[in-house]
């Protein structure tokens, strides 16, 4: 049920307090986005002086609530019930809301996956607060206003937008993966770990998870540690194939630039940069892509960059690590050859 909106009332929030990361896991591992946001939600709390909280949910999953205090929080609520084993929207969603009129957070950060922003809808459509989605910038006003400010791209990523919640607490954002830094993971850091009940039974929830398929076809650029992008320099789509094999050989993803995107040579899914997925794998090797900043945006946070291009002078090199000025269909393959014999 909704709740009540008290209408020209002065707000008082002063018993909302603390920075609250919703953790994702997927059987256990959790998304490499729930420690990002750990990392700009202590710098937000720390501003504020409040804690780092975090909320891990699923089954058998202790062993992340102590990551998330390896990772930057204070205090972590454990919702562990078999109900939780799988993510559906109606349980995960009442553990949340249930956690949040109990303890109150002045701020919610989920990551902007298809999880992230399936279970945060969900919430808002159940507080009167909103939600900010798809945030690429986070920061908050000091005491005694407390805003959240939370910045996206808009009008078809021609502006950023920053987006407050004046009026209704917890303000809430998701958050781009890729975006924001981890803090160093700290095994001797100390946290309190609470036990949080599941208020949903099985028999309660409509749906029922037999299993999760991977979709073979399927591009996962923000959890890749290793990404092998091609750009209009490919000359055409074949030279995808050339791109997938390295990315195979490599245990790593294939990335794309919107040109080639556009020009129709693969799907939109694999592109990187403002208007695609924004990605800090281990490694980023750019094929025949220029370098122009609406694709830098998206794969500079990279820890090792190496470009391929014909043209020395092209901007890529000003990004790269290691540059290697040359064809792609003669440098590729010497490639493959190379990481196939070690
Ligand atoms: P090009 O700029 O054409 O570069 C091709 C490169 O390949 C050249 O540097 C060339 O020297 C090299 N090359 C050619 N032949 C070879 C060869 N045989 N071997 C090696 N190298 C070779 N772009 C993105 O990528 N992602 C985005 O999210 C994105 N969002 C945008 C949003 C907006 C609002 C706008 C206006 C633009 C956006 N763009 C985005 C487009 C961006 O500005 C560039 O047009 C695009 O990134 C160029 O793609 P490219 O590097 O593949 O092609």
């Not at 749906?207 to 650029?221: G, M, P, Y």
Request: proline share 6%.
């Amino acid at each position: 049920m909704t709740e009540k909106i008290k209408q020209n009332a002065e707000p008082d929030w002063s018993e909302y307090r603390g920075v609250l990361v919703v953790v994702e896991q997927r059987d256990g591992k959790a998304k490499p986005v729930s420690w990002q946001l750990l990392g700009i939600g202590r710098k937000l709390a720390q501003k504020l002086e409040v804690d780092t909280l975090a909320l891990v949910m699923g089954h058998d999953v202790e062993h992340l609530a102590r990551e998330a205090v390896y990772y930057g929080a204070d205090k972590v609520y454990i919702a562990d019930d078999p109900v939780l084993k799988h993510y559906r929207t109606y349980p995960y969603s009442r553990v949340c809301l249930e956690l949040f009129r109990k303890i109150k957070p002045e701020i919610v950060l989920f990551g902007a996956t298809y999880t992230g922003r399936d279970l945060a809808g969900a919430i808002a459509t159940h507080l009167p607060t909103g939600l900010t989605a798809d945030c690429t910038m986070l920061d908050v006003e000091p005491p005694p206003s407390r805003l959240l400010l939370a910045s996206r791209p808009a009008f078809s990523e021609k502006m950023v937008a920053t987006i407050l919640c004046k009026k209704y607490r917890p303000q809430m954002a998701t958050a781009r993966p890729g975006v924001f830094d981890a803090l160093p993971r700290d095994p001797s850091r100390q946290g309190e770990m609470i036990p949080f009940p599941c208020p949903v039974k099985e028999e309660d929830v409509a749906a029922r998870v037999i299993d999760f398929i991977q979709d073979e076809q399927r591009v996962n650029l923000e959890d890749a540690s290793v990404i092998v992008a091609g750009g209009r320099g490919l000359g055409g789509p074949e030279g995808f194939k050339v791109l997938k094999e390295l990315a195979d050989a490599l245990g790593g993803e294939v990335g794309a630039s919107r040109a080639v995107v556009e020009a129709g040579w693969i799907s939109h899914d694999h592109q990187v940069g403002q208007t695609g997925h924004t990605v800090r794998p281990k490694l980023y090797i750019a094929v025949g892509i220029s370098g122009a900043v609406q694709h830098v945006v998206g794969m500079q946070n990279s820890d090792v960059i190496v470009a391929i291009n014909k043209d020395p002078n092209a901007p890529i090199f000003k990004v790269a690590h290691y540059g290697v000025v040359g064809d792609w269909a003669e440098i590729v393959p010497a490639m493959i050859e190379e990481v196939k014999k070690r």
